[in-house]
C-alpha cells in the first residue's frame, strides 16, 4: 500500500518567515493533493498536482511536485497566523469508475507566532 | 461559493445504537466519498459512491456500515450499531463531474461520539 510522509510532523515559525513543509511516496504518485485542517474541522482543498515537476501557486502558497513524482513540496512565503494549522498531504489512487481515494499523510501542524 | 455541508455536526449516542450521518454535496457533483478521522490519527478513506452504487470499500467499511443517495441530493452513512472504536470525525466529500483526478472537496465533518 502506498505510504506518505510528511516531514516536518511540526512546525513552530515566526510571523513573516518563510517555510517549507514535504511529502514524500513509497511509489510514484499519480496525483497529489495538499489540504489545510484547522484543528478539529474540515480539510480545506488548496492545490492539486498531477505532472512531474509542476507548480502550483496561490496567494503566498507554493506547491511542486518532483520530476520523478515521488516527493512533493508546501512553501509558505512571509508567513502570517492565519497560515497556522495542519497541513495534509493526499496521494490519489484510482478506484475505477472515474472515481478514486484518497490516502493521506499525518500532517504537518504549523504555528505561527505573532 | 458552493459547499459541501453535514449535518449533525456532533453526534453523540451509546454503543449499539444506530446513527445516520448526512451530506449534502455540491450540486452538479457525481462522485461521493466518506472518510473518517480517528483523533490524532490519519484521515483514512472509508467508500467511494457513483452511479448509485458503492465504487469502492476500505477495510473498515464492514458490514455494520452502508451507504444511501435517498432523494438527489442527500448522501448518508448509517453506522447500524456503533462500537467505542467508531468514534470519530466523519468527513463527507465530493468531486466534479468528470472521472478521473479533480478537486475533491470536503465538509466541515461531523464528530460522533461513542459511549
Known amino acids: 500500500s502506498q505510504e506518505l510522509e510528511q516531514s516536518p510532523q511540526s512546525l513552530i515559525v515566526q510571523e513573516g518567515k518563510n517555510l517549507t513543509i514535504n511529502c514524500t511516496s513509497s511509489k510514484t504518485l499519480y496525483g497529489l493533493y495538499w489540504y489545510k485542517q484547522k484543528y478539529g474541522e474540515g480539510l480545506i482543498f488548496l492545490m492539486m498536482l498531477q505532472k512531474g515537476g509542476e507548480e502550483k501557486s496561490h496567494e503566498k502558497i507554493t506547491a511542486k511536485l518532483d520530476e520523478k513524482k515521488q516527493q512533493s513540496s508546501l512553501h509558505i512565503t512571509a508567513s502570517q497566523p492565519s497560515h497556522a494549522g495542519i497541513y495534509l498531504c493526499g496521494a490519489v489512487k484510482p478506484s475505477g469508475a472515474g472515481s478514486y481515494q484518497l490516502t493521506f499523510g499525518k500532517g504537518t501542524k504549523l504555528s505561527v507566532i505573532p | 461559493e458552493p459547499e459541501v455541508t453535514q449535518t449533525p455536526s456532533h453526534q453523540v449516542t451509546q454503543m449499539g445504537q444506530e446513527v445516520i450521518l448526512r451530506c449534502v454535496p455540491i450540486s452538479n457533483h457525481l462522485y461521493f466519498y466518506w472518510y473518517r478521522q480517528i483523533l490524532g490519527q490519519k484521515v483514512e478513506f472509508l467508500v467511494s459512491f457513483y452511479n448509485n452504487e458503492i465504487s469502492e470499500k476500505s477495510e473498515i467499511f464492514d458490514d455494520q456500515f452502508s451507504v444511501e443517495r435517498p432523494d438527489g441530493s442527500n448522501f448518508t452513512l448509517k453506522i447500524r450499531s456503533t462500537k467505542l472504536e467508531d468514534s470519530a470525525m466523519y468527513f463527507c466529500?465530493?468531486?466534479?463531474?468528470?472521472?478521473?483526478?479533480?478537486?475533491?472537496?470536503f465538509g466541515p465533518g461531523t464528530r460522533l461520539t461513542v459511549t
Open positions: 466529500a465530493s468531486k466534479g463531474t468528470s472521472g478521473g483526478v479533480g478537486e475533491q472537496y
